[in-house]
Nanobody, 123 residues
Framework: QVQLVESGGGLVQAGGSLRLSCAAS????????MGWFRQGPGKEREFVAA????????VYADSVKGRFAISRDNAENTVYLQMNSLKPEDTAVYYC????????????????WGKGTLVTVSS
């Protein structure tokens, strides 16, 4: 049974940093893209960042470019999201996702989801 478990969320002041982790179990995802989505209060789930199976390809939403960095450790079956210069508008539940690289940016095309971790950025 595949499980994606996120951790690292919490409360941080604007301008601060957090590092999210997502540990996968049940199978290895070396050949799959892994990514992050978020859903803020009253908003739809939106794409944040993704990384290819080998780690050589990354893609980011415009809203987080230059502030967030995604990475992965295939030996640990884990993906990370380093979030810097956080803003109140980054407040959301952050979800880990796994899919094919060509579908990883579309919420409707995700194969596996984590349950999410809450990030709250205070002003």
């Amino acid at each position: 049974q595949v499980q994606l478990v996120e951790s690292g969320g919490g409360l941080v002041q604007a301008g601060g940093s957090l590092r999210l982790s997502c540990a996968a179990s049940g199978r290895t995802f070396t050949n799959s893209a892994m990514g992050w989505f978020r859903q803020g209060p009253g908003k739809e789930r939106e794409f944040v960042a993704a990384i290819s199976g080998g780690g050589g390809g990354t893609v980011y939403a415009d809203s987080v470019k230059g502030r967030f960095a995604i990475s992965r450790d295939n030996a640990e079956n884990t993906v990370y999201l380093q979030m810097n210069s956080l803003k109140p508008e980054d407040t959301a539940v952050y979800y880990c996702a796994v899919s094919d690289w060509h579908r990883i940016t579309a919420a409707g095309s995700i194969d596996y989801w984590g349950k999410g971790t809450l990030v709250t950025v205070s002003s």
